[in-house]
């Protein structure tokens, strides 16, 4: 019989090319989705979409009992930074708040394996040099904190109940399938690649640099781009290890790249030239955030394809050309 898998937050970003993944392997999901953040579209035909929050007890409920599942992988969450310094609160009750009643309702129904979209933001502002998992935990953001209370919970929902669970740290999430079938469409756009490609196809008449000041070589950011379908693959191998115990995991290419280098990059693969201008820094962006992500490799034999920036940004840039109103059209 086919394995089947609950995934909330389907229709996003990650999400998407997750339920991509499994399907193309032969797997039954159920997406549950509120499209708050997300697309309909973006949930592939052979997954069944339940638009219906967290938050909303009787639906978990529902959606819970109607097992077995094999797995639920968690991606349903806010994630912007910026918002959850200006309304941390909201961060708490929802990712925070959502997740406990997630947690909750897949003990109360058996679930056993558990797969959690935690972030690189745990680590706050750490020194330069890859993070691997005995990198404190010092959240800089209530975004951070939120998904640290999350990993904390599973923690002792394993310690008490059993649950296994994999934590899976990313650093920052880019590309799009390789196949073409999905992309990258938040609403509103914060990441650097989804702007910096809008900027080359004349959607945005400029990019706004956040800081050319930091220390790193050409002073501007530094982060470990790690393309969606590896992340897909990091989720497969994870699940699968669950078989020996709960983990967490750090994912990014160990590679890092700086503002700067983003937007060369684009104008490589593109052709075009990106208009762009330097203002002010963002507030709580560290200057370099790049994963080693020896542990996964070693436990799992995971490793990224895509370690090149120019490739990542290519399957980004074709979806985009493809698709310029991204999902609406
Ligand atoms: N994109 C990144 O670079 C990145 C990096 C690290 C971690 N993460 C984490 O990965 C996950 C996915 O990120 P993404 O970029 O795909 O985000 P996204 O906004 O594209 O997707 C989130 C999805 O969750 C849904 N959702 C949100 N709140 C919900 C609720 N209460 N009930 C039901 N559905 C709800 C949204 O509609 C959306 O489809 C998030 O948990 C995020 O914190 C993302
Ligand atoms: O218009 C822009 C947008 C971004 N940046 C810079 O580009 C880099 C990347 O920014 P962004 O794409 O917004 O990603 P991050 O702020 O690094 O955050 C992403 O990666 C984190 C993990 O590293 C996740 O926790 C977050 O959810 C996810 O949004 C940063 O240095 C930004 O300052 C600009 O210079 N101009």
């Known amino acids: ?64 009992a109607d097992g077995p599942w094999d797995g639920v992988f968690h991606f349903a969450a806010r994630s912007l930074v910026g918002e959850s310094m200006r309304d941390p609160m ?55 904190e939120s998904k640290w209370m999350i990993e904390r919970m599973l923690a002792w929902a394993g310690q008490v109940h059993g649950l296994r669970s994999a934590c899976l740290r990313y650093f920052n999430a880019a590309g799009a399938d390789p196949a073409g079938r999905l992309g990258e469409d938040h609403r509103p756009e914060t990441h650097l690649i989804p702007l910096v490609i809008d900027a080359a196809l004349g959607r945005r008449d400029t990019l706004d640099v956040f ?48 503002v700067m280098e983003v937007i060369r990059a684009v104008e490589r693969v593109g052709g075009r030239p990106v208009p762009f201008r330097v203002v002010g820094r963002r507030a709580g962006d560290p200057p370099v955030l790049v994963a080693s992500s020896a542990r996964i490799a070693t436990e799992t034999g995971w490793q990224p394809r895509f370690t090149k920036l120019d490739d990542i940004v290519a399957t980004a840039l074709r979806w985009r050309e493809l698709h310029p109103n991204g999902y609406a059209g």
């Not at 959502?98 to 797969?115: E, M, P, S, T």
């Not at 790690?226 to 115990?245: I, K, S």
């Open 90 to 144: 909201r961060y708490f009750i929802e990712n925070a708040g959502n997740g406990a009643r997630l947690i909750d309702a897949c003990i109360r129904h058996g679930v056993q394996r558990f797969v959690l979209s935690s972030t690189a933001a745990l680590f706050g502002r750490p020194a330069d040099g890859p993070l691997d998992e005995s990198t404190p935990v010092e959240p800089a953001s209530a975004y951070g």
């Open 211 to 258: 800081g050319n000041d930091f220390d790193t070589p050409d002073g501007t950011c530094i982060r470990d781009y790690v393309h969606v379908a590896d992340l897909a693959e990091a989720h497969l191998r994870a699940l699968a290890r669950l078989d020996q115990g709960s983990v967490s995991y750090n994912l990014g290419t160990g590679h890092g790249h700086s």
């Open 1 to 64: 019989m086919a394995q089947r898998f609950l995934v909330t937050g389907g229709a996003g970003f990650v999400g998407s090319h997750l339920v991509a993944a499994l399907l193309d392997r032969g797997a039954e999901c159920v997406v549950l989705d509120s499209l708050v953040l997300g697309h309909r579209a973006a949930v592939l035909p052979g997954a069944r979409l339940i638009e219906g929050d967290l938050s909303d007890a009787a639906v978990l409920d529902a959606v819970l």
